[in-house]
């Protein structure tokens, strides 16, 4: 069986339709009978008038039976009715559908009785002649005062019947014609109206979907069009209120993503939400494919996890420092405090504000190392020089040549004293903020520069057969500070000597290479044949004090700041330097340099340590 619409059209149409059908059936009843009741009254209206005129018109003929039949005969025909002539005596004279010798007498019929009584009657009954309802009416037929006679009127009750038929017909076809043509215009307003409604639904289903730019068509109808502007005003303001929700969205992420602090915002159940890229990065986490795990799987740390346990059950925590693990490992500080959610129903989460301290743990064990390590190289050279003095004091000058040789030795030191010493006034004079805008610099020619150096060192090399040559381009120059650069190069190049085996050479290259962040730079390579520098050591190397065998840097007498002196002339000339070394290839050391002004104050502040 085919489930019927339960849509409000089907409702509201069958409901019409159903009211129009009662209404046509009590008005067609109403109507039917109001027809029959007219029709009856018509025919016996007509009966009424015609009986006495028919009576007055036979008055003359009833002395001539034979007249009478005769003219009863033509009367009935043309007036389409029963015409019956009765005698004072009740005897019928004549009928127009019975032989009147064949009927009885009439005297004792109703209407007649009436009409002797009255002038008239009236009756319906079945008729004992013809064996058929009829109405008849009666009048006397008067002589003066003397009843002469009845004129007799008869319609059958069925030809009524049959005179209304022709209206109660017309009134059903009125009543169906009416009711098909309620149901069409009531389909087609059903129909419009459907169409107009479903583009209104049509219309909320795409502002539901997210299509806020659709505007609902405006329908004719008033309540229809009022509704319509009241839901594109809703799309309108929905649409507003959504730029404001992602305009606001958009700037809490990026205060968010732009602090330097990583931030991490968890659930009730633990799970990431959120977290900024200062997070991503310093946990090295890819944000994107976090969001939504358990923090415990994506961040293996057991000092974070029992900082978010009990923030989860005492609220707001005391900054906690934490350390992972890594190359290089990662110091930081982490403060959590509980998160409320935007349902009030729902547990709050937690917040976890992660700040960078690995460059401020690094800058304190730089500091402390540094001190340590200048305490160190001062009191060796220190501690000798009083050694040698107090024995010169406690034996005495009558040994000359012990004494030469003490105070030789006292002079050597107090030497490395004041190399010391200068080297750390250098490299402090280095890294005061702003020194490459400071420190005059000129266009020299590096290879002029380079030879002096060699010229410079000779001594040195010779004294263990050593050769030191350059070679590259002799043109090349750049903008520098003639005697911070010679420095740097005296430095590598005295190292390379230092730790160089004899009879071995050094190499110094100057040519022009392609650098990332330089673009087209000037480049001093200094290579040499020495033992070689293992990759464990090659990150620190240019660190204060930072030797990769402290014994022998101290038995050739190195100050151990001299890496550390060149790392910062290259920085202060917005250069670089780097190493490339391994253990039994010798080593190449780089000092990179921009070739002009311009290229000089590109963005190298930052690696400054």
């Known amino acids: 069986m085919p489930r019927i619409p339960r849509t409000l059209l089907w409702r509201l149409g069958l409901t019409l339709v159903l009211a129009e059908m009662l209404v046509t059936v009590v008005l067609g009843a109403v109507l039917f009978a109001r027809a029959r009741d007219l029709t009856a009254e018509r025919i016996e209206s007509e009966l009424r008038r015609l009986t006495p005129v028919l009576a007055a018109a036979y008055e003359p003929l009833l002395g001539d039976e034979s007249n009478v039949r005769r003219r009863v005969a033509q009367d009935a025909s043309s007036l389409g009715m029963r015409l019956t002539v009765v005698a004072a005596d009740g005897r019928v004279i004549a009928d127009s559908e019975r032989a009147p010798d064949a009927m009885e007498n009439h005297l004792a019929r109703p209407e007649v009785q009436q009409a002797l009584r009255d002038g008239s009657g009236r009756a319906v009954r079945t008729s004992a002649s013809v064996g058929r309802r009829m109405l008849y009416r009666a009048a006397v037929i008067r002589t003066d005062d003397d009843v002469q006679g009845i004129m007799r009127t008869a319609v059958p009750t069925d030809e009524v019947e049959a005179a209304f038929g022709g209206t109660a017909r017309l009134i059903i076809v009125g009543g169906l014609a009416s009711m098909l043509a309620t149901?069409?215009?009531?389909?087609?307003?059903?129909?419009?109206?459907?169409?107009?409604?479903?583009?209104?639904?049509?219309g909320a289903a795409r502002f539901a979907d997210g299509d806020l730019d659709y505007r609902v068509p405006r329908p004719r109808p008033t309540e229809l069009a009022h509704l319509a502007q009241s839901l594109n005003r809703m799309a309108r303001q929905l649409q507003q209120r959504i730029r404001e929700l992602q305009a606001r969205e958009q700037e809490q992420q990026a205060i968010l993503q732009s602090m330097s602090n990583g931030v991490i915002a968890l659930d009730?159940?633990?799970?990431?939400?959120n977290l900024n890229r200062a997070a991503a990065r310093l946990l090295h986490l890819d944000a994107t494919r976090v969001r939504?795990?358990?923090?415990?799987?994506?961040i293996r740390q057991h000092d974070l996890h029992r900082l978010v346990?009990?923030?989860f059950t005492e609220g707001r925590h005391d900054p906690v420092e934490i350390r992972f693990q890594g190359d290089p490992p990662v110091v930081v500080q982490a403060v959590a405090e509980t998160l409320a959610s935007a349902d009030v129903d729902a547990a709050p989460g937690v917040l976890v504000v992660i700040n960078d301290m690995t460059q401020i743990r690094r800058l304190e064990t730089l500091r402390s190392d540094f001190a340590a390590n200048v305490s160190h190289e001062l009191r060796t050279p220190i501690t000798n020089m009083m050694g040698y003095?107090?024995?010169?004091?406690?034996?005495?000058?009558?040994?000359?040549?012990?004494?030469?040789t003490?105070?030789?030795?006292?002079?050597?030191?107090?030497?490395?004293?004041?190399?010391?010493?200068?080297?750390?006034?250098?490299?402090?004079?280095?890294?005061?903020?702003?020194?490459?805008?400071?420190?005059?610099?000129?266009?020299?020619?590096?290879?002029?520069?380079?030879?002096?150096?060699?010229d410079a060192h000779h001594d040195a090399a010779t004294a263990k057969s050593m050769t030191v040559h350059a070679t590259g381009d002799e043109t090349l120059s750049a903008l520098v500070h003639p005697q911070l650069l010679d420095q740097a190069l005296g430095n590598?190049?005295?190292?390379?000597?230092?730790?160089?085996?004899?009879?071995?050479?050094?190499?110094?290259?100057?040519?022009?290479?392609?650098?990332?962040d330089l673009g087209a730079a000037a480049s001093i390579a200094v290579v040499d044949e020495g033992p070689g520098i293992p990759v464990s050591h090659q990150a620190r190397l240019f660190e204060r004090f930072y030797r990769v065998d402290k014994a022998r840097s101290r038995e050739l007498g190195g100050t151990g700041l001299g890496l550390a002196i060149v790392k910062h002339v290259a920085l202060a000339h917005g250069g670089r330097v780097s190493v490339t070394s391994a253990p039994g290839r010798?080593?190449?050391?780089?000092?990179?340099?921009?070739?002009?002004?311009?290229a000089r104050r590109t963005g190298t502040e930052s690696k400054r340590n």
């Open 586 to 598: 010798g080593s190449v050391f780089r000092i990179v340099l921009p070739r002009d002004d311009a």
């Open 492 to 516: 590598l190049l005295s190292n390379a000597i230092r730790y160089s085996p004899a009879g071995t050479s050094v190499t110094i290259r100057v040519e022009t290479i392609d650098d990332e």
């Open 183 to 202: 149901i069409i215009v009531i389909a087609f307003l059903s129909g419009r109206l459907s169409r107009q409604i479903r583009g209104l639904a049509d």
């Open 389 to 404: 003095i107090e024995t010169l004091q406690e034996t005495g000058w009558d040994d000359a040549e012990r004494s030469t």
């Open 292 to 298: 939504g795990r358990l923090v415990h799987e994506v």
């Open 268 to 273: 009730a159940n633990r799970h990431i939400i």
């Open 406 to 454: 003490f105070l030789d030795i006292i002079a050597r030191n107090c030497g490395r004293l004041a190399a010391i010493v200068e080297d750390i006034l250098a490299l402090t004079r280095l890294e005061q903020p702003g020194v490459r805008d400071v420190i005059q610099r000129t266009p020299t020619t590096l290879m002029d520069l380079v030879h002096a150096v060699i």
């Open 309 to 311: 346990e009990r923030t």
